[in-house]
């Protein structure tokens, strides 16, 4: 239904006139950036949809309808106009040009696509559910590859202001760096669930994995991950974060895995500003950590931190998160900070003698360790 066919119909029955314009997608941003009020109150200036509106200066602006670059908008004078009028013209406007949209939009995508964004809906339904159901649907479970194990990754994007890349392309990008056998489930505007073949984790030697080490496991899966960040982050769309776990059967634990990705990026990125890449696996202390009431957690760091002011010194801080990074080897963190053995030393025997704590000793290393974490996320807050 084209624009003409009901905006005069619309005008009748409101009243005033309606006059309608294409801008583009910057142009809106200004018009929301500005405006006076906004229906939704979070609307994103970047990412419209039909029906959202934004008044300003005696004027309401609804987005009527979207292409890739540009917003077609009513422009209609408020002062005649209810609010449940208002509200009316949204809904209808998203129910009809909406609806038009996403069907249009359904017609022209791919198979592949389309059984994405059913998996995506049954997805985001469950994680809603105070008990959701854990095991895909049969209607949902296209082939056996469903059934056999894979390797999951989240993939969460930065930049909210910028164009999204399209299924398709990200899916061609996925296909290049990983394999054909990948899958793809957009969850949210700006995430992506991703499930890799378990071929990424054979040795050239050998073709079962039974007698690879845990250790081993881990180490390749932080491997694939850090290559396949670096791939998306420079090719793609910059800024992003990105979690693996443990292969899965997306058939059986696609909820689960799906709940403990998207738990181990806000960890990451809550306790370990500036890190893109997460495991679940290294995030064990901070997932304990992150449990304990905020009012606790500060209330122990303020104890702790009155023993001294040391800890919070940038170059004490630097040094002791390599120690600890380096699993507490002097030789190495003195390597890795181009220091003497010697003066890493005294720095060490300075902090034991403020605050009483020896990060050489196992005991106090893990003290040390919960001050660090903690002081950051209360830093912040």
């Keep these: 239904m084209s624009t003409t066919d009901w905006l005069k119909p619309l005008q009748h029955i409101l009243n005033c006139p309606i006059h309608v314009h294409t801008i583009s997608i910057t142009e809106w941003a200004e018009v929301v950036k500005g405006a006076d009020a906004l229906w939704p109150a979070e609307l994103n200036a970047y990412n419209p949809v039909e029906g959202q509106r934004a008044e300003k200066q005696n004027k309401l602006y609804f987005v009527a309808a979207l292409s890739e670059h540009a917003v077609e908008i009513l422009d209609i004078e408020p002062s005649g106009l209810s609010q449940p009028e208002k509200d009316l013209i949204s809904w209808t406007l998203q129910l ?45 479970v296209v082939g056996s590859r469903l059934f056999n194990d894979m390797i999951p990754f989240l993939l969460v994007t930065e930049q909210s202001n910028t164009k999204l890349a399209t299924f398709s392309e990200l899916e061609k990008l996925l296909r290049s760096f990983l394999s054909d056998d990948v899958l793809l489930i957009p969850l949210k505007s700006q995430e992506w669930l991703i499930w890799g073949p378990m071929s990424l984790l054979r040795d050239e030697e050998t073709d079962s994995f039974d007698d690879l080490e845990e250790e081993t496991l881990e180490d390749s899966l932080e491997s694939i991950c850090s290559g396949l960040h670096e791939m998306l982050a420079s090719e793609w769309i910059g800024e992003c974060h990105l979690a693996v776990a443990h292969p899965a059967t997306p058939a059986k634990g696609i909820v689960e895995t799906t709940i403990l990705l998207r738990e181990t990026i806000n960890l990451g ?16 202390l901070e997932r304990l950590l992150n449990a304990i009431p905020e009012m606790q957690r500060s209330k122990y760091l303020e104890q702790s931190l009155k023993r001294a002011d040391m800890f919070v010194e940038p170059e004490m801080l630097s040094t002791l998160e390599t120690f600890f990074t380096l699993d507490c080897n002097v030789s ?49 807050n």
């Excluded at 009809?96 to 939009?105: L, M, N, Y």
């Excluded at 990125?269 to 064990?284: A, C, D, E, S, Y």
Aim: aromatic content about 8%.
């Design 96 to 140: 009809v040009r909406g609806g038009e949209a996403e069907s249009k939009k359904m017609s022209s995508i791919s198979e592949t696509e389309r059984n994405a964004l059913k998996l995506s809906e049954w997805i985001q339904l469950q994680l809603e559910e105070a008990e959701p159901a854990y095991s895909l649907p049969d209607h949902l």
């Design 269 to 284: 990125r809550k306790f370990h500003v500036g890190t893109n890449i997460h495991m679940p696996w290294m995030l064990q």
């Design 332 to 380: 190495e963190t003195a390597k890795k900070l181009y220091i003497h053995r010697n003066t890493l030393l005294y720095r060490l025997d300075k902090l034991k003698q403020e605050t009483g704590l020896d990060v050489r000793q196992f005991r106090d290393a893990v003290l040390v360790k919960i001050i660090l974490l903690l002081y950051k996320v209360t830093k912040r």
